[in-house]
C-alpha cells in the first residue's frame, strides 16, 4: 500500500496524468499511471482504459491502458463516523441566488418548456494542510458503497468525488444501468416515506431511459422502484438491464444514455439550454461520466459524476469547489430544493472539513 501511494505522489509532483478508483463494495483501489502528459480523447470507445467526460459530453478524455503503469492495492476500511448535521451552509446570498434559480425553473415547467430541468450550484471550501493521498483515503473510508475516484490531469485539474450513480455496465452484449431521482436524509430507525415529487421524479428517469434505449436494446427488465442508501442520503432507484443488439454498439448506447434527466432534465434539449443559460458557472466534468472502458473480461463500467468537487490549487490556498444539484419539476419547493443541495453537499464535506 505504501509503493501504491507513493506512485500517487510522484505522478502528482512530476505534473503527470492518473486515475485511482474503487468500485461499489469493493476493498481493491485500482491505479492507472499514465506514461506521459498527453490528453487523450477517444471517439468509439474501443481503447482499454478510463474515460473522463463532461456534462456536455464534447472531448471525452482518456488515460490509455496501453501507456499506463497499472497498479491495485487492497485496503481495510476504518471506523467512520459521518456527522452531516455540523456543514450547514448559511450564506443568504447564495441561497437567495439558487431559491430564484429555482423558481425561474419552475416557472418555465408551469410555462410547458420542459417537464424537469435539474438545477445545480457551486460552493467553494477552503482548504487547510491539502493532503491528496489522506483525502482520498478518507473517502475510501466514508463511502465504501460508492465508486470513488481521484482524477488528474495537468491540462483538466483534479478532480474526486463518491458518486453512487451507475450510467451503465456491460459485459459482452448484457448491460445493466440504473434510474436514480429523489433524496432525503436517512433516519435510523424510522419509515421511508417518498413524496409525490420524488416518485414523479424518479419515474421520468426510468421513462426517458426506457425510451432512448429501445431502438438499441432487448430482452429488457425493470425493477419496482427502491430506497437506496448512499452515506447518510437515500435516494429512490429503478434497475434496468438487457441485451444490446447486435447491430449497435458501446457508444451508441452511452450517447443515448448521457445525459439522463437525473442531471438535465426533461425533454433533454430545452432542459440543457435552460441549464447553460441560467447556472451562473460552467459544469464542466460534474454531471458527466467517468470510469474504465473494456478492462478485464472486456468489461465496462461507467459511472455519473455526481457528489464531486474539483481541488483547485495556487501558490497562496487550495480550494474544494463542491458541485451539488436537484431536479425540480411542477411540486418543488425552493427552499427545500436549496436545502437538498444542502445535503448532498455533505458527501464531500464530510471528508474536507
Same mark, same amino acid.
Given at each position: 500500500m505504501i509503493d501504491f501511494f507513493i506512485k500517487v505522489q510522484q505522478h502528482l509532483q512530476l505534473n503527470l496524468p492518473f486515475v485511482l478508483y474503487s468500485k461499489p463494495n469493493e476493498n481493491r483501489v485500482v491505479g492507472l499511471f499514465q506514461k506521459d502528459n498527453e490528453l487523450n480523447i477517444t471517439e468509439s470507445f474501443t481503447e482499454k482504459g478510463f474515460v473522463f467526460a463532461p456534462f456536455d459530453g464534447e472531448q471525452v478524455l482518456l488515460i490509455p491502458e496501453d501507456n499506463s503503469d497499472v497498479l491495485e492495492v487492497f485496503f481495510v476500511l476504518m471506523e467512520t463516523s459521518l456527522k452531516s448535521s455540523l456543514y450547514e451552509n448559511t450564506n443568504q446570498q447564495e441561497k437567495a441566488a439558487f431559491e430564484n434559480l429555482v423558481q425561474k425553473g419552475i416557472d418555465e415547467i408551469k410555462n410547458e418548456v420542459f417537464y424537469k430541468v435539474v438545477l445545480s450550484r457551486e460552493e467553494i471550501v477552503e482548504l487547510q494542510d491539502f493532503d491528496l493521498v489522506n483525502l482520498y483515503k478518507k473517502l475510501l473510508n466514508s463511502y465504501p458503497t460508492a465508486f470513488n475516484y481521484c482524477w488528474f490531469h495537468p491540462e483538466i485539474g483534479l478532480w474526486m468525488g463518491a458518486t453512487? +450513480?451507475?450510467? #451503465? =455496465?456491460?459485459?459482452?452484449? @448484457?448491460?445493466? %444501468? @440504473?434510474? #436514480?431521482?429523489? %433524496?432525503?436524509?436517512?433516519?435510523?430507525?424510522? +419509515? @421511508?416515506?417518498? +413524496?409525490? =415529487? +420524488? =416518485? @414523479?421524479e424518479q419515474q421520468f428517469v426510468t421513462d426517458y431511459i426506457l425510451e432512448n434505449i429501445k431502438t438499441v436494446t432487448s430482452d429488457v427488465e425493470v425493477s419496482a422502484p427502491y430506497s437506496l442508501k448512499a452515506g447518510k442520503l437515500l435516494h429512490l432507484k429503478t434497475d434496468i438491464k438487457g441485451k444490446i443488439n447486435k447491430d449497435s454498439s458501446l457508444i451508441d448506447v452511452v450517447m443515448l444514455l448521457h445525459p439522463t434527466p437525473a442531471v438535465c432534465g426533461l425533454p433533454k434539449k430545452s432542459a440543457k439550454e435552460f441549464i447553460i443559460e441560467n447556472e451562473a458557472y460552467n459544469r464542466s466534468f460534474y454531471a458527466g461520466f467517468l470510469g474504465e472502458i473494456n478492462r478485464e473480461e472486456n468489461s465496462t463500467e461507467l459511472f455519473v459524476n455526481l457528489r464531486c468537487m474539483q481541488i483547485k490549487r495556487n501558490l497562496d490556498s487550495t480550494k474544494a469547489h463542491l458541485y451539488i444539484g436537484c431536479g425540480i419539476t411542477k411540486d418543488s419547493n425552493p427552499e427545500k430544493e436549496w436545502q437538498e443541495t444542502v445535503n448532498k453537499a455533505t458527501t464531500m464535506k464530510n471528508i474536507i472539513i
Open positions: 453512487p +450513480e451507475r450510467l #451503465l =455496465k456491460t459485459n459482452d452484449t @448484457v448491460f445493466q %444501468t @440504473v434510474a #436514480l431521482a429523489g %433524496t432525503q436524509m436517512f433516519q435510523e430507525n424510522s +419509515e @421511508v416515506i417518498w +413524496e409525490n =415529487k +420524488e =416518485k @414523479v
